[in-house]
Each structure stands twice: as C-alpha cells, then as structure tokens.
C-alpha cells in the first residue's frame, strides 16, 4: 500500500543502522511527517537509540536526548519545564521508547510523568520483545511466544500497557500500527493538538524477534490487526472509539503461524487464543 507523505523534512534520515523492514525506524519516520522538525525526543536504551546513533555519528535530525534506561518520561517532562521557563510553547516533546523502556523497566517515570499529567507525548514503540538486549521476553511479549528466555514459550500473557495509562485519567491514549500508517498519522496529529500527558501505543514489527522475513514485516503487522489481536482505538477524555474496524477479518491462525516465535503453540491453544478474541469481540 502507497501512502503519500507531505514533504517535511525526516526525524532520521539515511545511513541509520536499523534491519531492513524494521517497524522502529518506519514509527520514527511516520512521527517525523506528522510532528515536524520543531520536536525534541527523549529516547532510552533500546533499538530506536542505538539505530540512530552512534559513536561520533547520529542521523537524529532533530535534538535528541539519548537517556538512561528508566528515564526518558522524566527528561521529557525537564525538557518541558525548561522550555516553558524560557517562554517556547510551539515545540512537541517527545518521550519515544520501546516496550521494556516503557512497561518493564521504564514504567514508574512513565506512571509518575502521567500522574503529574506533564504536557508530554509518550509514544511506545512495541516490538513486544527486549531487541536491544538480546531479544528477551519482557511484559509486552505475548503468551506461548518464544524468545531468549522462554525457548519453550511464555507462560504469562502480554500487559495491557494502553489499559495502564488510560487507568491514570490522562487526556489521550491511543493504540496503533505502522502498518495501518495514515491511522498513526492521525493520532500523532490529534495527540500535538492537546495539552497535558498523552500515550500512543504503535506495534513495530521486529522480523529478526518474530522470526519472520523482513519482507513480510507489514503484511504479517497487519494480521495482527485483522485477527483481532490488535485492536486500534483511542481513549479521549475516558471516551473510547475504535479507529480501524478491519475487514475482511482473518482467523487467529493466519496470524500466529506465519512467525516462528508462536511455533510451539499447538492446535488447542490456537483455538483457545481464537476463542478469546471472539469473547472480547462479542
């Protein structure tokens, strides 16, 4: 699928270091055509800093503060204070961080920037896996999925992390999907618009995590939307709206068997995973 973009000029230009197909270096290029270079991010360990920078060498074409692991939603809020101290209100800050950075590791500055309802936009880039360390398995990996440390499957199921940050009451939390781009573009454009904490959850295929080919990376992201696996909806003011209603539907099957990382779930977990996508849609 062709999306047609405004010529605005990249967050990350060419010679960043990411995989062939990968959905990160696609979310950051999309947040670029929908915020515009009058951005600051804050990024922490993970794939997204480490693509763009390193050594002597960046392809961040904007200011870009590479933070430690726990800390991004925090320097976020400083960078804001400090701007705001200096009278500048036409400037997105950007707290931009992975799914370990954001609901394992990272989850009390994020929890704390949401209470404090900081006038930050918080976009968690979800390969559902830790990619940068080794391709562990951290809250945000789905139940039997294989990785590093679960060779036979995880045994827990994936943390609701949108369902988390609506719980603190803040103005906008959203769910998302590169491979439904204009979908993601709206959002990061409403989400500039408002005053306060906003959240946008994005899923960002890892091919290498998933074990898929590279050049599968979108038509498999997308079955995670059409199976019903991942919904896209947005929570405005505590007013939930699915944005995508996806048809034709595929079954959960189609899904979870084009990646080697649900190769150990047999037929009896497939439907049971098939049954609770229905109970949820019903």
């Not at 939603?73 to 931009?96: C, F, K, N, Y």
Request: contains cysteine; charged residues 20%; negative net charge.
């Amino acid at each position: 699928m062709s999306v047609p973009l405004e010529p605005v000029e990249p967050w990350l230009t060419g010679g960043h270091l990411a995989c062939p197909g990968c959905g990160a270096a696609l979310a950051i290029r999309l947040a670029g055509h929908a915020l515009g270079r009058r951005s600051i991010v804050a990024v922490p360990a993970s794939c997204a800093g480490t693509i763009g920078a390193n050594s002597l060498h960046t392809a961040w074409q904007i200011p870009f503060f590479h933070t430690l692991f726990e800390s991004a939603p925090a320097v976020a809020a400083g960078i804001r204070a400090g701007l705001e101290a200096q009278g500048i209100e036409d400037v997105h800050v950007v707290s931009w961080a992975g799914d370990a950075g954001t609901g394992d590791i990272g989850l009390q500055a994020l929890s704390a920037a949401a209470e404090r309802n900081d006038d930050i936009l918080h976009v968690c880039y979800d390969n559902e896996l830790a990619m940068n360390t080794g391709g562990q398995a951290d809250g945000a990996t789905p139940l039997a999925s294989r990785s590093s440390v679960t060779p036979g499957g995880k045994l827990t199921p994936k943390k609701d992390l949108p369902a988390i940050l609506a719980a603190h009451g803040v103005p906008y939390v959203a769910t998302a999907s590169v491979a439904y781009p204009e979908d993601f573009l709206a959002k990061l454009r409403k989400a500039s618009l408002i005053r306060g904490f906003r959240y946008i959850h994005v899923l960002a295929p890892c091919h290498v995590g998933w074990d898929i080919p590279p050049e599968q990376s979108i038509r498999v992201t997308r079955m995670a939307t059409t199976s019903g696996l991942w919904p896209l909806y947005e929570i405005e003011n505590g007013v939930k709206r699915q944005t995508v209603i996806p048809e034709p539907k595929v079954p959960v099957r189609e899904y979870v068997r084009a990646q080697g990382r649900f190769r150990t779930l047999d037929e009896a977990q497939v439907e049971a995973l098939q049954r609770w996508v229905d109970s949820r849609d019903a």
